[in-house]
């Protein structure tokens, strides 16, 4: 079955420096997000994006994030000048159509020291 | 705004007892609702879904009815086994379950022991 992917499983990044979290969504699949969880706390909606541009994002999308579909591909979230507070676990999800389900990559770790 | 409130974990339990992992919602409009699971080193999957009120989701025995005048979505299942230890989430999306963003409860840890 076709799977969301995610790299780095775990990355680890000196506050200040800017970090590139990488996702392949599935093939077919036109919208695409990212979530993330901060350890103990909920999972949080960050932006969703569709047809090469962000369909929404949360508050907590601020300046220092970004999203770029670079390729075919590809779907990247950067962060430009991680802070502390940005350590937690960041999901990449895709689905076929607005009302489809999401399906979810296994998450990347970020822990900024 | 949208919110969901589900039981705090660990919910430890032996194998095939009963669960019931609560989960409420607040909500404008009508939200469709969700369970997510999350095993250990994977990512979130869909598990099951209702789209409107007095629908039942279900999926791999488990259950949970979209309940409108308790505002509840509660987990159920008869007969739990090791391999259902794991992370599940509540979530609700006012706009179909897809794109602009679901609304999750944090998450509640699910142990079963053998």
């Known amino acids: 079955e076709p799977e969301v992917t995610q790299t780095p499983s775990h990355q680890v990044t000196q506050m200040g420096q800017e970090v590139i979290l990488r996702c392949v969504p599935i093939?077919?699949?036109?919208?695409f997000y990212w979530y993330r969880q901060i350890l103990g706390q909920k999972v949080e909606f960050l932006v969703s994006?569709?047809?090469?541009?962000?369909?929404?994002k949360s508050e907590i999308f601020d300046d220092q994030f970004s999203v770029e579909r670079p390729d075919g591909s590809n779907f990247t979230l950067k962060i430009r000048s991680t802070k502390l507070e940005d350590s937690a676990m960041y999901f990449c999800a895709s689905s076929e159509a607005p009302n489809s389900p999401l399906h979810f990559g296994n998450g990347t770790r970020l822990t900024v020291t | 705004g949208n919110s969901v409130t589900q039981m705090e974990g660990p919910v430890t339990l032996s194998e095939e007892a009963f669960l019931t992992i609560n989960c409420t919602y607040t909500a404008t409009g009508y939200p469709s609702l969700f369970w997510y699971v999350q095993y250990p080193g994977e990512g979130l999957q869909l598990l099951l879904k209702?789209?409107?009120?007095?629908d039942k989701g279900s999926n791999k025995g488990f259950e949970a009815t979209y309940r409108k005048e308790t505002t509840s979505f509660h987990l159920e299942k008869g007969s739990v086994q090791v391999s259902d230890s794991a992370v599940y989430f509540c979530?609700?999306?006012?706009?179909?379950?897809?794109?602009?963003?679901?609304?999750f409860g944090k998450g509640t840890h699910l142990i079963i022991q053998p």
């Open positions: 979530a609700l999306s006012d706009r179909g379950g897809g794109a602009d963003g679901l609304t």
């Open positions: 209702a789209t409107k009120a007095d």
């Open positions: 093939s077919n699949h036109l919208y």
């Open positions: 994006f569709y047809n090469n541009e962000i369909s929404e």
